[in-house]
């Protein structure tokens, strides 16, 4: 029952993928955009991408995680009377998993998505995409593909990021500054399959999260009163297909 | 033939610093970019008035993109272009940094498509594809009559220029079977 559902899902997100740059898609032309990374003003976008998505939200996130893990602790260990150590046990299971992924997700939706379908919109907007096939530069290799791998490398980077930044502060909030016996104590709550899920997850929402905003920007009409609303809309079908995904990836594992 | 093959079939024969004249066809230019980038990627240049630099990069970096990306050239080849090209377009040495670190936002028009030219300058096409307004507009800067002189220019309809499908060797081989 309930991978049929998680099948429902996947496949209600099937037409994103399938609309969605089908040069993208056919594998020659994917694979050309992909070597082209190798080609320096393409890598220099890709570079720039990292840094806007990853390395100026970094500070942000691992704020966010820390006050994250404190909350999570001070919940289960207040609230719901559980001792430290399962406390922070649970904290780790739930953020690598679960929290950090989606928490990740959600902060690039709407930091990094948007900022990406309007940039694409305005671009359009400009006739600079015109510009760029006019100098025989292909959009999939110098806009999207490298938005894509910029992204996703991020994503999962940060959620990484996050999840440890959210271990720190359970840790903290948990014991005060004298954290010598739960550092001793994360070598038993870490494993590396916990690591792996994070990664994966965080890269598979940033993928989706930079898909659909890069298919919203550059399907804007040429219009300036287009280039908010596709930012919008980027945020809006952000959300809902990372959160489909999440319930998908719920129900499959 | 068709006309796109026709004009393959003549370009071998054209030469560099000459202007030729194309058919007024719409879809030519379209078709003849695609071929021509196709055999080899970068080797032509389309100059129309609706082109921009790219809003969300550097000057410097809009002026060396398609000689970067169709690696036409190397750092060195480019920045000696670039101060070329720039004092081809008479911009005193003061402001050329300020200038080549600017985004194209804050530029005027005139200055914007001074740049797009100084561009196809760098990228050192050999053929230049442009449109008659453009002409118009550009063929007093000395930066394009350097820019025409390194390449064969083709413009697309308007007066000026030879007729283009008349220097075809196949049109040629025609005419002599005709005498």
């Given at each position: 029952m309930s991978s049929d559902c998680a099948r429902l899902c996947l496949i209600q997100l099937l037409p994103y993928f399938i609309f969605l740059m089908p040069d993208l898609l056919r594998r020659p032309a994917f694979l050309s955009a992909l070597a082209d990374l190798r080609r320096w003003p393409v890598r220099r976008v890709l570079l720039k991408q990292i840094y806007f998505t990853g390395v100026e939200a970094?500070?942000?996130?691992?704020?966010?995680?820390?006050?994250?893990?404190?909350?999570?602790?001070s919940q289960l260990h207040d609230q719901y009377g559980q001792s430290r150590e399962a406390s922070l046990r649970l904290l780790a299971s739930l953020t690598f998993s679960?929290?950090?992924?989606?928490?990740?997700?959600?902060?690039?939706?709407?930091?990094?998505?948007?900022?990406?379908?309007?940039?694409?919109?305005?671009?359009?907007?400009?006739?600079?995409?015109?510009?760029?096939?006019?100098?025989?530069?292909?959009l999939a290799s110098y806009l999207i593909v490298p938005r894509l791998v910029g992204m996703t490398i991020s994503a999962a980077a940060l959620a990484l990021y996050l999840a440890l930044a959210a271990l720190l502060g359970g840790v903290v909030l948990s014991s005060g500054w004298d954290i010598t016996y739960q550092v001793v104590l994360?070598?038993?709550?870490?494993?590396?399959?916990?690591?792996?899920v994070c990664v994966c997850k965080g890269a598979l929402f940033?993928?989706?999260?930079?898909?659909?905003?890069?298919?919203?920007?550059?399907?804007?009409?040429?219009?300036?009163?287009?280039?908010?609303?596709?930012?919008?809309?980027?945020?809006?079908?952000?959300?809902?297909?990372?959160f489909l995904l999440d319930f998908g990836w719920s129900l499959l594992a | 033939m068709s006309q796109v093959e026709d004009v393959l079939t003549a370009l071998p024969a054209c030469v560099a610093g000459e202007v030729y004249r194309l058919p007024p066809e719409i879809t030519l230019v379209d078709q003849l970019f695609v071929e021509l980038s196709g055999e080899q990627p970068g080797c032509v240049a389309l100059l129309a008035l609706a082109d921009s630099l790219l809003s969300n990069l550097r000057v410097w970096e809009n002026l060396?993109?398609?000689?970067?990306?169709?690696?036409?050239?190397?750092?060195?080849?480019?920045?000696?272009?670039?101060?070329?090209?720039?004092?081809?377009?008479?911009?005193?040495?003061?402001?050329?940094k300020?200038?080549?670190?600017?985004?194209?936002?804050?530029?005027?028009?005139?200055?914007?498509?001074?740049?797009?030219?100084?561009?196809a300058f760098i990228q050192a096409p050999h053929y230049v594809l442009v449109e008659p307004l453009w002409l118009d507009w550009a063929s007093d800067l000395p930066l394009w009559q350097a820019l025409a002189a390194q390449s064969v220019v083709l413009i697309v309809g308007g007066n000026e220029g030879r007729p283009l499908l008349d220097v075809s060797p196949l049109r040629d081989q025609e005419m002599q079977d005709q005498t």
């Open positions: 970094l500070l942000m996130m691992l704020i966010v995680g820390f006050v994250l893990g404190g909350i999570v602790v679960e929290l950090s992924p989606l928490f990740t997700a959600l902060i690039l939706v709407a930091r990094s998505s948007s900022a990406v379908a309007s940039e694409l919109a305005a671009m359009k907007v400009h006739g600079e995409l015109s510009s760029l096939a006019r100098m025989g530069i292909p994360l070598d038993r709550i870490m494993q590396p399959s916990m690591l792996i940033g993928f989706i999260a930079v898909v659909l905003a890069c298919w919203v920007g550059l399907s804007a009409q040429p219009y300036v009163t287009e280039i908010p609303k596709a930012s919008s809309r980027a945020v809006m079908r952000g959300l809902l297909a990372v | 060396i993109l398609p000689a970067c990306y169709h690696r036409h050239a190397h750092t060195a080849q480019l920045e000696s272009r670039v101060v070329d090209a720039l004092q081809l377009l008479n911009i005193e040495e003061s402001v050329r300020p200038l080549l670190d600017s985004l194209p936002s804050g530029l005027d028009i005139q200055r914007k498509r001074e740049l797009v030219l100084a561009r």
